[in-house]
């Protein structure tokens, strides 16, 4: 996954990966993804809010969204009464739920519109998942931000992820895909 994940991120920033395939139906591009995840976590981190599960708390209660656990599901979806649900894995780590339910909500920010109904990952590599990963990085993990820890924390990706509230492993793709060497 990290190395698909890096792969499609690469292709994304040398412009060599559409973004939509109906550019009237999703005009979204890398610079619009990151600036809506810049945008919401200036909005939700406030107020001296560090950890990501105080931030989604108050995503879900302004927006009426729900958080379940599920055998293995990771998946956004909407139930019969419309309200929107995210279902994250009842065996993962609460570090790796963080980018999940910041990738999830990539979806609802990113591609909500009154007829979708239902997003999980299916393993290929759609647009709508790219653009849910690169927001759900930059929501947690802000490019400026997570350059100059990398520098203060001598470019320890447990020290990353213990700041920004998410797995090693998404510290260090994250690391990967800014070209930030590994100590």
């Avoid at 919401?40 to 209660?61: C, H, M, S, V, W």
């Avoid at 956004?76 to 894995?89: A, C, F, K, L, S």
Wanted: glycine share 4%; hydrophobic share 35%; with cysteine.
């Amino acid at each position: 996954l990290k190395e698909c994940y890096f792969k499609l991120e690469e292709k994304t920033k040398k412009g060599n990966f559409t973004f939509a395939n109906n550019p009237m139906e999703h005009a979204m591009n890398r610079r619009i993804v990151i600036d809506t995840a810049k945008k919401l976590r200036g909005q939700y981190f406030t107020d001296g809010i560090k950890n990501p599960r105080d931030a989604f708390e108050r995503i879900f209660d302004e927006r009426g969204i729900r958080l379940e656990y599920s055998d293995d599901c990771e998946r956004i979806h909407r139930d019969d009464n419309g309200q929107w649900i995210i279902e994250v894995p009842c065996t993962s780590s609460p570090l790796r739920d963080n980018f999940t339910i910041a990738h999830e909500l990539g979806h609802l920010f990113l591609h909500k519109t009154e007829e979708s109904k239902e997003f999980h990952r299916s393993g290929e590599p759609k647009t709508e998942e790219v653009e849910a990963n690169i927001f759900a990085a930059e929501f947690l993990m802000p490019e400026d931000e997570f350059k100059n820890k990398a520098k203060e924390f001598n470019n320890s990706e447990r020290m990353l992820a213990s700041y920004f509230g998410v797995s090693p492993a998404a510290a260090l793709v994250r690391m990967a895909v800014l070209n930030i060497d590994k100590n």
